[in-house]
């Protein structure tokens, strides 16, 4: 019989070895000795076991062993479960905590975040509401953690409504509380109510950290809040805050679609560390700011730092062409995405901006040709954009030829009925016009009031590609 000494020495040896282990195979090899000597129901082998685990990605191997501990102690599944949420097998957490509540082993107020951040990159939110339940049985729902867990569950899954109602109950909320707020209604398409938050968050006096602000920032440049965006950088020059790669591109992005690009270009000069999304923000902004040779000059000064352009870099280079009319700087720089100069293929938006390009500039033959070669059906915004470059130009045949394009993609639309309508009679062709007229009425379909000669007129589809 094995004394009580050599099992203490067996379990430092077996410690010591699992604390230096990076091999899997040396971890399969303790595995069978912890299983073999029965020492897995020890807390602090099973602990040091399952952080081995984690360390060498071999975290199967340390559920097969939890599985096989009788009643298991609740921080050894507290830190399983950890692990297991950090990974891409949320469920194995689920796992490991229905197998805790069989066992009758309680969870606590660890467990709960860390079982609620699981739960979070499910799309079915019944099993969060059991848990959050069973918060409420075992008293826990008063710890903030758990509070903002469970806020972090129901943003992640967009459903704010739940995440309001359990934000509205706490009786203190903190920074962690205020962000997950502002992130969820962002990451809702909810852009005003992320700026209410983000402003009722400044009215309790909690200061913001970087991760709030970048939220904020992305909430002010979808809905044009020039004046919230200033003051937050107003903020983040008075706090002394570094601007840091995210925080920095974060607000070139917002001055360039709120319209304050100058600033945008301050900031960029300003920033120590940039990466291509930095850049990326900077030629878009000058992009929609219609500061095409500016942004192409700064496209150049990309490429001779070395800074690889990807897909979005040449959308904002080209859109800026469009923008301009800059035909000649365009030609060479899409021919070369052909030829694969920039190690992928152009996309739909890419051919889409040589369009609108060429039929801007009256090039409508030239737009036509890239329609026909380009490996896509053309889309909605592509004959859209033809259809604009036709009519601002006086090219009635090829405005006509774009309608009835737009209607074949689109019959459900009115809007492109009144449009080919409103061609033909500019054409002098009054029974046409009227045809078309009632064919939409035909299809069931009705004249939308708010289509006015004024929203037919050709129009920017720059801000759509660049979205």
Aim: charged share 20%; proline share 4%.
């Amino acid at each position: 019989m094995v004394s009580l000494p050599q099992i203490n020495i067996a379990i430092n040896r077996l410690i010591y070895l699992l604390k230096t282990c990076t091999s899997p195979f040396h971890i399969y090899q303790i595995q069978t000795q912890l299983i073999r000597q029965s020492l897995y129901e020890d807390t602090t082998i099973a602990y040091s076991f399952i952080t081995a685990c984690q360390v060498t990605g071999l975290l199967d191997s340390a559920h097969l062993l939890y599985s096989q501990i009788q009643r298991p102690d609740v921080f050894i599944c507290n830190t399983l479960i950890k692990a297991f949420s950090h990974t891409q097998s949320p469920l194995k957490s689920i796992s490991v905590y229905t197998h805790m509540n069989k066992n009758s082993v309680y969870p606590n107020h660890y467990t709960f975040p860390f079982i609620l951040k699981a739960l979070s990159d499910l799309p079915d939110l019944k099993q969060g509401k059991c848990v959050h339940t069973q918060i409420v049985k075992l008293g826990q729902l008063n710890d903030i953690y758990v509070q903002n867990s469970l806020l972090n569950l129901y943003a992640s899954g967009g459903h704010m409504d739940l995440c309001r109602k359990v934000f509205d109950e706490m009786p203190q909320r903190d920074v962690v509380s205020w962000t997950v707020m502002i992130t969820g209604y962002r990451e809702a398409g909810k852009f005003d109510d992320a700026l209410t938050a983000f402003e009722q968050m400044q009215y309790t006096g909690v200061r913001p950290n970087e991760v709030t602000m970048v939220n904020a920032l992305t909430a002010c440049s979808n809905t044009g809040a020039l004046d919230v965006g200033i003051r937050i950088h107003d903020f983040i020059r008075r706090s002394g805050w570094q601007l840091d790669v995210i925080l920095g591109t974060s607000l070139i992005h917002m001055y360039g679609k709120c319209g304050g690009i100058e600033e945008g270009l301050g900031v960029f000069q300003s920033m120590e560390e940039k990466n291509v999304f930095t850049w990326n923000a900077l030629i878009k902004g000058l992009a929609l700011a219609k500061s095409g040779e500016e942004a192409m000059w700064w496209f150049f000064r990309m490429e001779q730092e070395g800074i690889k352009p990807d897909e979005v870099t040449l959308l904002g280079v080209l859109c800026a062409c469009s923008h301009c009319g800059l035909i000649q700087m365009a030609e060479p720089i899409f021919r070369s995405l052909i030829d694969g100069k920039y190690g992928f293929e152009p996309g739909i938006k890419h051919y889409a901006c040589m369009v609108d390009l060429f039929a801007r500039s009256g090039h409508v033959e030239e737009a036509l040709k890239i329609m026909k070669e380009m490996p896509f059906e053309p889309t909605k915004p592509i004959w859209s954009a033809f259809l604009a470059g036709c009519r601002a130009h006086g090219d009635l045949e090829m405005s006509e030829y774009a309608a009835w394009k737009l209607i074949e993609l689109h019959p459900e639309n009115s809007s492109h009925y009144v449009l080919l309508s409103n061609i033909y009679a500019q054409m002098g062709r009054r029974i046409d016009a009227e045809k078309v007229l009632e064919l939409m009425k035909e299809r069931g379909l009705k004249r939308d009031l708010g289509c006015s000669s004024v929203e037919l007129q050709p129009q920017d589809h720059v801000h759509e590609l660049l979205a």
